[in-house]
């Protein structure tokens, strides 16, 4: 390797710290992610014209179509993809990132010489880009509501027993020395396998966490190739996107009182049993209050203090810009408007806030639970549009509820609760929430694009 | 063991440089505001599209008669680009929504 590439790798290195470093602060962050960027494409642009290699010219101009497809094709999912299908996206990119390690274990296991720390290292970026890759996939479907949860009878002790034999299999053709295509086309496939399953039974409440886990795990694939070739700016980036991944994960299981093992072998959300209730009854026996826009027009003209809570039902009305104008005519009228957001609000972590911002909602009216919680008792009404299980007092109340512990937003706790919701239907974690029942709730139900337009032009008429 | 106390010694370098890479990952991230969640998500995502770097390597390494390695390279690198572009480009877009538009 020239000394030339070498300092290039070196200062990609360094901007990938850099630019994460800055992602980290709302003021720095946009600069942080370009920083990086150019840190990537200078690693890319020195890999392909500062190497020793002897290298024919198709092999230029197949690695020039390639990058020319995958930029363009990259670019344009990335400008029309729409804010709600972000989780999707960071899911099949990551998927695709995966399957990339794989394909280079994969050709590099047939360039092998028996060292055992090279065919390690191969065996290990197969594996983990394997199940990266369609585990991924599984965690698309599932979020786009393609695929349902499935699964098998006695699904963890499968998947455990799978994941250690993938182990032993990997070690044994370490020992043999390596040479056979076959065995490593089963191993290929057993992983692949591996990952359907892992992510198959995991619920869709849990799917931040399985995207935030899986992030990770094609980091690791990364630096596992970056060992392969002892490059640098591989095993440092993808170790930094490794850590960076798991932490997350554990802020998002914080967030939702549940163990990391909990989530994966758990597997809870979606029972056809916790769905219980959907009729006008709880299971205690109260029953809803309906109310009309109307109604809860005159509620909110003459709250002093009013709390929006954002679910991800909002997102999927395309409601976001109804509630900020309903926010800014009752800001108007000098209510004092903020929106509670809970760390899982949306389908990953931080992703309300995202679709807030879409519709120019100041990320200084965005509370964050801790700091909203205490102001509940102070607040006339709150507005809970689409949300559901983060609003859920079970968590506070019923041990034997799946999400008991969980902390919420205490919505309880205000004088008066607006629910919007589509039906009665049960939240997306499958379970019924109490809070619907309570005597200060009153339930609008519709579409929350059409049932917020309606409360805003009843407001615009007081 | 020897052949683990050799690996340890042949590789104390790559050993320290992947432990201190974890701990500036965790201490980055450790920190940030649940606003950027998502956006660091998609960041850090396009950052793992480094394995783009490997696949080039695998491209260029390649005998122009090996159509394997000519292809799975080939897939590698499309995937791997569109994992860095797209991913660069959403995370700009996201935070561009970000900024206060006063």
């Avoid at chain 1, 720095?28 to 200078?42: P, Q």
């Avoid at chain 1, 049993?273 to 109604?295: F, P, Q, R, Y």
Wanted: net charge negative; hydrophobic share 50%; aromatic share 8%.
């Amino acid at each position: 390797m020239s000394i030339t590439l070498s300092i290039i790798y070196l200062i990609s290195t360094v901007t990938f710290v850099i630019g994460l470093k800055m992602l980290g602060h709302p003021e720095t962050a946009k600069k942080g992610n370009i920083i990086s960027a150019v840190g990537m494409i200078a690693a890319i642009i020195g890999t392909i014209f500062l190497h020793d290699f002897e290298v024919a010219s198709i092999n230029y101009i197949l690695i020039g179509a390639a990058l020319f497809v995958g930029s363009l094709i990259g670019w344009l999912i990335a400008m029309k993809v729409e804010m709600t299908k972000m989780p999707e996206l960071v899911s099949l990119f990551n998927g695709f990132g995966g399957a990339s390690a794989m394909l280079i274990g994969l050709v590099e296991y047939g360039n092998n010489t028996g060292d055992a720390m090279q065919t390690s290292t191969v065996i290990a970026a197969i594996i983990i880009g394997s199940i990266t890759f369609t585990g991924s996939l599984v965690a698309f479907g599932k979020l786009n509501g393609s695929l349902n949860d499935v699964r098998l009878p006695k699904y963890n002790l499968i998947n455990n027993i799978l994941i250690l034999g993938l182990i032993a299999f990997g070690a044994y053709i370490v020992m043999m020395g390596a040479d056979s295509t076959l065995l490593i086309y089963v191993l290929l496939a057993v992983s692949l396998v591996y990952g359907l399953l892992f992510v198959f039974p995991i619920g869709g409440a849990d799917m931040p966490v399985v995207i935030s886990l899986l992030n990770s795990l094609t980091g690791i694939a990364a630096a596992i190739t970056g060992i392969l070739y002892g490059n640098m700016v591989m095993l440092v980036g993808g170790i930094l996107v490794g850590s960076a991944g798991l932490i997350l994960t554990f802020i998002m299981c914080d967030a939702m009182n549940r163990s990391l093992s909990n989530v994966i072998f758990g597997a809870f959300g979606g029972d056809s049993d916790a769905i219980a209730g959907t009729a006008g009854t709880s299971a205690s026996g109260g029953t809803i209050k309906k109310t009309t826009a109307s109604d809860s027009a005159i509620l909110l003209n003459y709250a002093s203090k009013v709390v929006i809570v954002p679910g991800y039902g909002l997102a999927v009305a395309q409601a976001q810009h109804v509630i900020h104008e309903l926010e800014l005519l009752l800001t108007e009228k000098g209510i004092d408007v903020s929106y509670a957001i809970h760390p899982v609000a949306g389908r990953m972590p931080g992703h309300m806030n995202v679709l807030l911002a879409e519709s120019n909602v100041d990320y200084d009216k965005l509370i964050e639970m801790d700091d909203i919680n205490p102001q509940f008792p102070n607040t006339d009404v709150v507005l809970v549009v689409g949300a559901n299980d983060v609003v859920n007092p079970a968590a506070h109340n019923d041990p034997s509820s799946p999400i008991y512990g969980m902390p919420i937003l205490d919505v309880e706790n205000s004088k008066h609760i607006i629910v919007n919701k589509r039906t009665m239907n049960a939240g997306y974690a499958g379970i019924q929430n109490e809070l619907f029942f309570n005597t200060k709730t009153s339930m609008l139900f519709g579409d929350a694009k059409s049932a917020l337009t309606e409360l805003v032009s009843e407001l615009k008429n007081m | 063991m020897n052949e683990l106390l050799e690996f340890i010694s042949n590789n104390l370098e790559l050993i320290y440089i992947l432990i201190l890479a974890i701990f500036i990952g965790v201490e980055l991230i450790k920190n940030v505001p649940s606003v950027l969640h998502t956006p660091l998500m998609s960041g850090a995502n396009a950052l793992s599209g480094v394995v783009i770097v490997g696949a080039l390597l695998v491209m260029l390494q390649a005998d122009p008669n090996d159509y394997l390695a000519l292809g799975l390279g080939f897939i590698a690198v499309v995937l791997g680009i569109i994992n860095v572009v797209g991913g660069f480009a959403v995370t700009d877009r996201m935070l561009q929504m970000f900024k206060k538009k006063k």
